[in-house]
T-cell receptor
């Protein structure tokens, strides 16, 4: 099955700086890569996703890049704010429902 | 639009008891997915159901766990004879296949604690 590795496990950034989270996947057939944000005790919320026919996607301060050859994808958060503090999960899938999640990155934005 | 509704939010059971977790999909959605999240880990796929049919249960333990999505009413994830290792957050999501680029939006989850 698909195996997703996520790094780093924790990330502390100064408010206003950028945060980058990287993930690798094992199954070259995977073609859907969503990112979820989860605040403590709450549901995972989809923040951005990318499909394999696209190399980069941006939504305001959030961007995701995908390198299919190297089988890795990254989340970039620019101009970080305190409300960006949360656990972020990457995922990969060959369809839209059977997602394989990374172990998560705890992001802390220091004021 | 109430989204995916799960109840209860918190469920406490003693070892050996049964746990029943309920999930009502978003209005108009006919497919339901259950995921489990252990502490400090990502979500893991358990089962995919449509009404009255299990599509994919490859992530669900073969024993003690079962899931259903009847013609009427919510989807139920049932865990018999719970053990401490079943303690986790169980999340449900729903979709309406046939719509292009379906995405999974999760409910608020049920936190199961086994004493």
């Amino acid at each position: 099955g698909e195996n997703v590795e996520q790094h780093p496990s924790t990330l502390s950034v100064q408010e206003g700086d950028s945060a980058v989270i990287k993930c690798t996947y094992s199954d070259s057939a995977s073609n859907y890569f969503p990112w979820y944000k989860q605040e403590l005790g709450k549901r995972p919320q989809l923040i951005i996703d990318i499909r394999s026919n696209v190399g980069e996607k941006k939504d305001q301060r959030i961007a995701v890049t995908l390198n299919k050859t190297a089988k890795h994808f990254s989340l970039h958060i620019t101009e970080t704010q305190p409300e960006d503090s949360a656990v972020y999960f990457c995922a990969a899938s060959i369809n839209d429902y059977k997602l394989s999640f990374g172990a998560g990155t705890t992001v802390t934005v220091r004021a | 639009n109430a989204g995916v509704m799960q109840n209860p939010r918190h469920l406490v059971r003693r070892r050996g008891q049964e746990a029943r977790l309920r999930c009502s999909p978003m209005k108009g959605h006919s497919h339901v997915y259950w995921y489990r999240q252990l502490p400090e880990e990502g979500l893991k796929f358990m089962v995919y159901l449509q009404k009255e049919n299990i599509i994919d249960e490859s992530g669900m333990p073969k024993e003690r766990f079962s899931a259903e999505f009847p013609k009427e009413g919510p989807s139920i994830l049932r865990i018999q004879q719970v053990v401490r290792g079943d303690s986790a957050a169980y999340f449900c999501a729903s979709t309406n296949p046939g719509t292009a680029n379906e995405k999974l939006f999760f409910g608020s989850g049920t936190q199961l604690s086994v004493l």
